[in-house]
T-cell receptor
Framework: DAKTTQPNSMESNEEEPVHLPCNHS???????IHWYRQLPSQGPEYVIH???SNVNNRMASLAIAEDRKSSTLILHRATLRDAAVYYC????????????FGEGTQLTVNP | EAQVTQNPRYLITVTGKKLTVTCSQNMNHEYMSWYRQDPGLGLRQIYY???????DKGDVPEGYKVSRKEKRNFPLILESPSPNQTSLYFC?????????????FGEGSRLTVL
């Protein structure tokens, strides 16, 4: 299964942008890049996903490298409520059903 | 409201006493799956189901059973629980288009096996 690599932890200040990186060097051409986050004491929630082009939604932006071997989740203005564990996973024809979340990145937001 | 509902949310049991954690979704999703979350190990997939009567093993299926008799329900069965199954469990569902569909997670079930 294609895997992703993320830093264990990152720190940011409130109202500043945050760039969360993810490496997926073994990504296949049909794999979508998905991001989820898990707030304390809750189940993971969907944030954003993309295939090749950069994507924006109300929660975040996703920047995908041209070779698709890495991506970056961008929170434009971090708030204290964005403190969570962020997971980057791949979903596609071969990995769409059997999913590996890994440990994700613990984001700390300082007031 | 679209949701995935798990029960019980908290359970303390003893070794060997069979238990079932239920999972139900109201979004008519074909795909459902179970995960366990342990400190330092992230989320690991136990079983998944692509549709009614279709189930398959994830990364850590040992000691667990599942069934998918109805589209909305995907119970997780521990026939003879052991202490190493003490964990936080999550159920998730998504539309059939698993290569693009968003996963919806339940709130989790914290299980302690003594």
């Amino acid at each position: 299964d294609a895997k992703t690599t993320q830093p264990n932890s990152m720190e940011s200040n409130e109202e500043e942008p945050v760039h969360l990186p993810c490496n997926h060097s073994t990504i296949s051409g049909t794999d979508y890049i998905h991001w989820y986050r898990q707030l304390p004491s809750q189940g993971p929630e969907y944030v954003i996903h993309g295939l090749t082009s950069n994507v924006n939604n109300r929660m975040a932006s996703l920047a995908i490298a041209e070779d698709r071997k890495s991506s970056t989740l961008i929170l434009h203005r971090a708030t204290l409520r964005d403190a969570a564990v962020y997971y980057c996973i791949l979903r596609g024809e071969t990995s769409g059903s059997r999913l590996t979340f890994g440990e994700g990145t613990q984001l700390t937001v300082n007031p | 409201e679209a949701q995935v509902t798990q029960n019980p949310r908290y359970l303390i049991t003893v070794t060997g006493k069979k238990l079932t954690v239920t999972c139900s979704q109201n979004m008519n999703h074909e795909y459902m799956s179970w995960y366990r979350q342990d400190p330092g190990l992230g989320l690991r997939q136990i079983y998944y189901s692509m549709n009614v009567e279709v189930t398959d093993k994830g990364d850590v299926p040992e000691g667990y059973k599942v069934s998918r008799k109805e589209k909305r329900n995907f119970p997780l069965i521990l026939e003879s629980p052991s202490p190493n199954q003490t964990s936080l469990y999550f159920c998730a569902s998504s539309p059939r288009t698993v290569n693009t569909g968003e996963l919806f997670f339940g709130e989790g079930s914290r299980l302690t096996v003594l």
